[in-house]
T-cell receptor
């Protein structure tokens, strides 16, 4: 089974500051897709950002960006200018819909 | 456009009872997924369908669990008999087509409590 590690169960960030959530994984595939999902208190899973492994350029989506290190099998999520609405659980999914990390709970401090 | 629709949103049932969770995927999506989320085990893929055909049910925990997709717009996840350890949030999700690169869209989840 594929392993996905999110080593930070909880993180906090001051509003308007930047925070980085880490994710490492193990795969033998060379071409794959990676996702970050957000789960607010409502519990619905929402796509944050998507990265294609064959692309060297890191994906960005407004205030969200990734640092994808293919050789190191690392896929971190950076949230810039953090807002109160960013408070949620964040899940890394390095093989699309098949495997999810255990999540990082992000608190945003006003 | 309507998203993935799940019902019931909340269910409390007694141990031993049959539980049926329902899902309507996004229209035009060909792949459907059932997940279970618990504090202990996180988010687990139970089973997924492609074009109404079950492709991988290796995540289904026991024979008490079964899933069907009789047509492109409806799927059920059934637990019979239910046990307290089945208490969890069950998510249904769909994607346009099969393949790990496709974005999946989640429903709001069905919160199941077995007492």
């Amino acid at each position: 089974a594929q392993t996905v590690t999110q080593s930070q169960p909880e993180m906090s960030v001051q509003e308007a500051e930047t925070v980085t959530l880490s994710c490492t994984y193990d795969t033998s595939e060379s071409d794959y897709y990676l996702f970050w999902y957000k789960q607010p208190p409502s519990r619905q899973m929402i796509l944050v950002i998507r990265q294609e492994a064959y692309k060297q350029q890191n994906a960005t989506e407004n205030r969200f960006s990734v640092n994808f290190q293919k050789a190191a099998k690392s896929f971190s999520l950076k949230i810039s200018d953090s807002q109160l609405g960013d408070a949620a659980m964040y899940f890394c999914a390095p093989k699309g819909q098949f495997y999810f990390g255990t999540g990082t709970s992000l608190t945003v401090i006003p | 456009d309507a998203g993935v629709i799940q019902s019931p949103r909340h269910e409390v049932t007694e141990m031993g009872q049959e539980v049926t969770l329902r899902c309507k995927p996004i229209s035009g999506h060909n792949s459907l997924f059932w997940y279970r989320q618990t504090m202990m085990r996180g988010l687990e893929l139970l089973i997924y369908f492609n074009n109404n055909v079950p492709i991988d049910d290796s995540g289904m925990p026991e024979d008490r669990f079964s899933a069907k997709m009789p047509n492109a717009s409806f799927s059920t996840l059934k637990i019979q008999p239910s046990e307290p350890r089945d208490s969890a949030v069950y998510f249904c999700a769909s994607s346009l087509r099969q393949g790990a690169g496709n974005t999946i869209y989640f429903g709001e989840g069905s919160w199941l409590t077995v007492v």
